[in-house]
Nanobody, 120 residues
Framework: VQLVESGGGLVQTGGSLRLSCAASGRTLYRMGWFRQAPGKARELVTAIAWNAGTIHYSDSVKGRFTISRDDAKNTVYLQMNSLKPEDTADYYC????????????????WGQGTQVTVSS
């Protein structure tokens, strides 16, 4: 499975960014986005179950971030609005081949990561 991310960058507080993750190679049951800030643990930000469409958001991003998918392109998106400096992190796309619970932090494949920096 290959996961190719794009869309990170520098944005001011209150701004928006959209991350994309294109997947290829295998049937996926769930995709998600993690983030990791320097000195902090990796955090599952959001995930979507491909067939059921169920979605999980962490409390830290609920109401500001939206995950969506394009079935034809096998791509998942992360729309990030009302960004805050504490959203600054490396963001990673991940794929689950086993169909775990939508809120499970266990995934099988990872993208290379894309950096998001929110300036105050």
């Amino acid at each position: 499975v290959q996961l190719v991310e794009s869309g990170g960058g520098l944005v001011q507080t209150g701004g928006s960014l959209r991350l994309s993750c294109a997947a290829s190679g295998r049937t996926l049951y769930r995709m998600g986005w993690f983030r990791q800030a320097p000195g902090k643990a990796r955090e599952l930000v959001t995930a979507i179950a491909w067939n059921a469409g169920t979605i999980h958001y962490s409390d830290s991003v609920k109401g500001r971030f939206t995950i969506s998918r394009d079935d034809a392109k096998n791509t998942v998106y992360l729309q990030m609005n009302s960004l805050k400096p504490e959203d600054t992190a490396d963001y990673y796309c991940a794929a689950d081949l086993l169909g775990r619970a939508v809120f499970s932090p266990k995934f099988d494949y990872w993208g290379q990561g894309t950096q998001v920096t929110v300036s105050s």
